[in-house]
C-alpha cells in the first residue's frame, strides 16, 4: 500500500506557530493541537453566535491563539493550537466538555463484481433514478479526476440535493469536477499546524490524490465502468466500481505526514452539510473510548443525519483484539481474498517448483527461462537484519547478477526489490515469516521477483544453505481465476474481540481486500516509491482499505434501491444474510491458521449484496437506542454531550443494558471472578419486517455443548410490511472455560435465511 498499512495512534506535538515576540515565539513552540468539546446549548444570552462564545472561550485562556476550524455538524466546537497549560485552564472554563489532543490517524492501506454475482444480477438492482441520487463520500488522499473510473458518461444532473462544491487548489480546478466525481474538497489547517505549510513540489495542496490510495478506495466504491483495464496485462477485463451509477464525492484529508484528527472531523462535518448518504473511510487510529475517537464523533453525528457510515477494520490481524473503529454505529469491514491470483513459480536447481505471486511485468530478457545464480541475503550482508534487505545493507559483490532471498518484515515489500536491484541483484524471492504465514500479497515489483509463504520459505532457505551452488529462475504465469477456496479472511486483517465494548462483536463483516484492481493516481507508480517512474492508469494493492470502500458501494447500491431504510437497516441487511460456508458446505477458511475462520475474524461472514437485496427482517437501530446504549455505557453526561451535541440524561429508574442494544450479531462476553459454575446471560431484539408477510421459526446451534442457547418465543409471524417483533436469546453456559465458542441464530421463512454470529468469549 502506498502509505502504512499498520494503524498506529500519536499523540501529536506540535511546532510554534507565528512571528510574535520573543516570549510568545517561545510559547508557541510548546504548542499542540487541541480539539475542544462545547456545550453549545449552555451559550450565555450575551453573545449573538456560537463562534463569538468559542473564541471567547479561548481567549481567555490564551490571548495568542486562535482557531484552526470551528465544527458545527461532527461536533459542537473548535481546534485549536494551546501549550499544556493553556489547555488544562481552557478546560475549566463555562461550557467547555472536554479538551483533547489531537490524534494522527493512518490509512489502512476488477474481478470483484463478479465474484460477488453482480454482473449476473445487475438487473435486480433498479437502475432507477434514486440509484444514481445516492452520494458516497470517501474521506481519503483525495481523487485523481482524470480516471476513467469517474467518467460521467450516461449520468443525469448532479442530484438537487447535493450542496457540496469542487474546491480548486494546486494543479486542481471546478472543472475537474462532473456529473460523477460531484464534489472535490480538501482539510490541511490541522496538518499544516502540527508539520508546517504543505511543500506543492511533494503534494498537491488541493484534492488531487499524488497518492493512489483515495483514487483507489473512491473508484472502489462507485467507480464507472471501464473496460480493457489492467495492471500490466494482470486482471484483464472491465474495472467497475459496487455502485456504479452512485455519485462520489472526495474530501483529502491524509497527507504524506498522516491523517489528522481535526481535518477529519472537519470533513466530516462538511460532508453532512454537503448532503452525502454514505461515508467510507479507510483509516483507523488506534483504541480509544468513543468519546475520544474523532472518527466515532464524526460517525456518531453522520448517523443522526441518515449517513451509513464504512469504515476499515485495520491491517493489524492475526492478533485478537487488533481492531479499530469498533463503534456500533460505524460498519467495521474486514478483508477476504478473491478468486483471483496471480501465480509466479520459483524453479530450483534442485528440480522442486515453489508456488509464489507477482505482479511483475518487465521486459523478456529480464524473466529469460534460464538458471541463475541464487543467494540468501543474510548471506550477502554485513548487517545483523540482511536477510530484510534493508536500505545499503547489501554487499554488491555477493549479489551482482544472482536472484536474491529477502524475509518478509519491517520496510515495504516492493522496497527490499529496489534494495536488491541496487546491489546488482537481476530477481527476488520474498519469504514470509511467522509473522505473515502463507498469507500472499502480489506486487508490482520493480525487478523480477516472486512472493512465497513460510513453508515454502522454509524449504528454499534449506536449498540455499546445503547446495554449494544454488540456482533458481522465476517463471510469471499471468492472471489466474477460480482459485479455491475463496474467500479466504486475509492474515492481515484485524480481529476480535472488540476491546471498546466486548459485549458488541466486531468486525461486522468481511469484503474483498486482497489484490484488488482499481483506478490510481497519474503522479506516482504502482509501488508508489519515488524511483518507481512507471504511470498506470490502475492498480492492484490489497488492505482493509480495499474492503471498506467496497462495503460503502454496496451500502449505495442497497440505498438506491430502498431509499427508505436507515443505515442501521442496510448494515443489517448486509450482515444478516452474509455467507459463512463454501458452495460445499465447508466453512469459510482463516489464511492465518489453515483452519475455519471465526466470527471474531469475519464479523457475520461474507458480505452478499444479490441476497443483502431482499433480507426478508432486519434489526434496526435509531439514535434513541444509541444513546441508551452510553447510558449502558456509564458515559457521564458530558460524554453523552461530546457525542450527541445535546443533553441527554439517562434515566435513573432505567436499567440499561447493552445487551440490549438492537445490534445483529451477539457478543457473549463472560466476566472474570464469578464463583458460580454457571452464567445466565440474557439478550433483547426487535425484527423489522422489510418482505412479505410470513412466518419466521428460530434455530439456534453451538460448537460447544456447554453452552444452552433458548429463543422465546421460538417463531414470530409478520403480517405486513414494517411489522415489528421482538424476541429474546438467553445463553446458559455451564463450566468457566476461558476457550472462546462460537455459534448462529437463524430466522427462516423457508425462503429468507436471518442469519446472526454468536461468539463467546472468556476471560
Not at 472554563?93 to 454475482?117: A, C, D, I, N, S
Not at 493489524?316 to 481492531?323: D, E, K, N, R
Not at 536477510?387 to 536474491?404: A, D, H, Q, R, T
Amino acid at each position: 500500500m502506498a502509505m502504512s498499512s499498520f494503524l498506529m495512534v500519536v499523540l501529536l506535538l506540535g511546532l510554534g506557530g507565528y512571528a510574535a515576540a520573543e516570549v510568545e515565539a517561545d510559547a508557541r513552540s510548546s504548542r499542540s493541537t487541541y480539539i475542544v468539546h462545547m456545550a453549545k446549548s449552555e451559550m450565555p444570552a450575551s453573545f449573538e453566535h456560537h463562534t463569538h462564545w468559542y473564541d471567547a472561550s479561548l481567549k481567555s485562556a490564551s490571548h495568542s491563539a486562535e482557531m484552526l476550524y470551528t465544527y458545527t455538524n461532527a461536533i459542537h466546537g473548535f481546534s485549536t493550537q494551546l501549550t499544556p497549560e493553556e489547555a488544562e485552564m481552557l478546560k475549566f472554563q463555562p461550557g467547555v466538555l472536554f479538551v483533547l489532543p489531537e490524534l494522527k490517524y493512518e490509512l489502512h492501506t476488477t474481478r470483484t463484481p463478479e465474484f460477488l454475482g453482480l454482473d449476473k444480477n445487475n438487473e435486480l438492482f433498479p437502475e432507477s433514478v434514486s440509484a444514481s441520487d445516492v452520494i458516497v463520500g470517501v474521506l481519503d488522499t483525495g481523487v485523481w479526476p482524470e480516471s476513467k473510473s469517474f467518467d460521467d458518461a450516461g449520468l443525469g444532473p448532479v442530484p438537487a440535493s447535493w450542496k457540496g462544491t469542487c474546491e480548486v487548489g494546486t494543479s486542481f480546478n471546478s472543472s475537474a469536477c462532473n456529473r460523477k466525481l460531484i464534489g472535490a474538497r480538501y482539510f490541511a489547517k490541522g496538518y499544516e499546524a502540527t508539520l508546517g505549510p504543505i511543500d506543492t513540489s511533494k503534494e498537491s495542496r488541493s484534492p488531487r490524490d499524488d497518492d493512489g490510495h483515495g483514487t483507489h478506495t473512491a473508484s472502489t466504491a462507485a467507480g464507472s465502468v471501464v473496460a480493457g483495464a489492467s495492471l500490466f496485462g494482470y486482471a484483464p477485463g472491465s474495472a467497475r466500481g459496487m455502485a456504479t451509477r452512485a455519485r462520489i464525492a472526495a474530501y483529502k484529508v491524509c497527507w504524506i505526514g498522516g491523517c489528522f484528527s481535526s481535518d477529519i472531523l472537519m470533513a466530516i462535518d462538511q460532508a453532512i452539510d454537503d448532503n452525502v448518504n454514505v461515508l467510507s473511510m479507510s483509516l483507523g487510529g488506534g483504541m480509544s473510548d468513543y468519546f475520544r475517537d474523532s472518527v466515532a464523533i464524526g460517525a456518531f453525528s453522520a448517523m443522526e443525519k441518515g449517513i451509513l457510515i464504512s469504515c476499515s477494520a485495520g491491517n493489524a490481524g492475526p492478533s485478537a483484539y487488533s481492531l479499530s473503529n469498533s463503534a456500533p454505529w460505524i460498519t467495521t469491514v474486514g478483508a477476504g481474498t478473491l478468486d483471483r491470483d496471480f501465480p509466479a513459480y520459483l524453479s530450483l536447481g534442485n528440480g522442486k517448483n515453489i508456488s509464489g505471486v507477482s505482479l511483475y511485468r518487465g521486459n523478456s530478457e529480464a524473466t529469460a527461462l534460464e538458471m541463475t545464480p541464487f543467494i540468501y541475503a543474510g548471506n550477502a550482508s554485513n548487517s545483523t537484519s540482511g536477510n530484510l534487505c534493508m536500505m545499503g545493507s547489501l554487499i554488491p559483490e555477493k549479489v551482482k547478477g544472482k536472484i536474491v532471498m529477502c524475509d518478509r518484515g519491517v520496510n515495504s515489500r516492493v522496497q527490499k526489490g529496489t534494495v536488491v536491484k541496487a546491489a546488482g541483484g537481476v530477481g527476488m524471492v520474498l519469504s514470509n515469516t511467522a509473522a505473515n504465514g502463507e498469507e500472499l500479497v502480489a506486487d508490482a515489483h520493480l525487478l523480477p521477483a516472486t512472493a512465497v509463504g513460510q513453508k515454502n520459505g522454509d524449504v528454499v532457505r534449506s536449498y540455499l544453505f546445503s547446495d554449494p551452488n544454488p540456482t533458481a529462475v522465476i517463471l510469471f504465469e499471468g492472471t489466474k481465476v477460480g482459485i479455491k477456496p475463496s474467500p479466504v479472511v486475509a492474515a492481515f486483517s484485524s480481529r476480535g474481540p472488540n476491546a471498546i465494548t466486548p459485549d458488541i462483536l466486531k468486525p461486522d463483516i468481511v469484503a474483498p481486500g486482497v489484490n484488488i484492481l482499481a483506478g490510481w493516481s497519474g503522479a506516482v507508480g504502482p509501488t508508489g516509491l519515488a524511483v518507481d517512474s512507471r504511470r498506470v492508469a490502475f492498480n492492484i494493492i490489497s488492505g482493509t482499505s480495499m474492503s471498506c470502500p467496497h462495503v460503502s458501494g454496496l451500502a449505495a447500491l442497497l440505498k438506491g434501491a430502498h431509499p427508505e431504510w436507515s443505515p442501521a437497516a442496510i448494515r443489517s441487511a448486509l450482515m444478516t444474510t452474509a455467507y459463512i460456508a463454501y458452495k460445499d458446505g465447508q466453512k469459510l477458511q482463516d489464511v492465518a491458521t489453515g483452519k475455519p475462520s471465526t466470527p471474531f475474524d469475519h464479523g457475520a461472514g461474507h458480505v452478499d449484496p444479490v441476497s443483502a437485496l431482499n433480507p426478508g427482517l432486519v434489526y434496526d437501530l435509531t439514535v434513541e437506542d444509541y444513546l441508551n446504549f452510553l447510558c449502558a455505557l456509564n458515559y457521564t453526561e458530558s460524554e453523552i454531550t461530546s457525542l450527541a451535541k445535546r443533553k441527554f440524561t439517562c434515566d435513573e429508574s432505567k436499567s440499561y443494558s447493552v445487551r440490549d442494544l438492537n445490534y445483529p450479531s451477539f457478543a457473549v462476553n463472560l466476566v472474570s471472578g464469578s464463583s458460580s459454575s454457571s452464567t445466565v446471560l440474557k439478550y433483547s431484539r426487535t425484527l423489522t419486517n422489510v418482505g412479505p408477510a410470513g412466518t419466521y421459526k428460530a434455530t439456534a446451534t453451538m460448537d460447544d455443548p456447554s453452552v444452552k442457547v433458548s429463543v422465546e418465543p421460538e417463531s414470530l409471524s409478520f403480517a405486513g410490511a414494517n411489522e415489528k417483533k421482538s424476541y429474546t436469546v438467553t445463553f446458559a453456559v455451564t463450566g468457566s472455560s476461558s476457550l472462546s465458542s462460537f455459534g448462529r441464530l437463524e430466522w427462516s421463512d423457508g425462503k429468507h435465511i436471518v442469519g446472526s454470529p454468536i461468539a463467546i468469549s472468556g476471560s
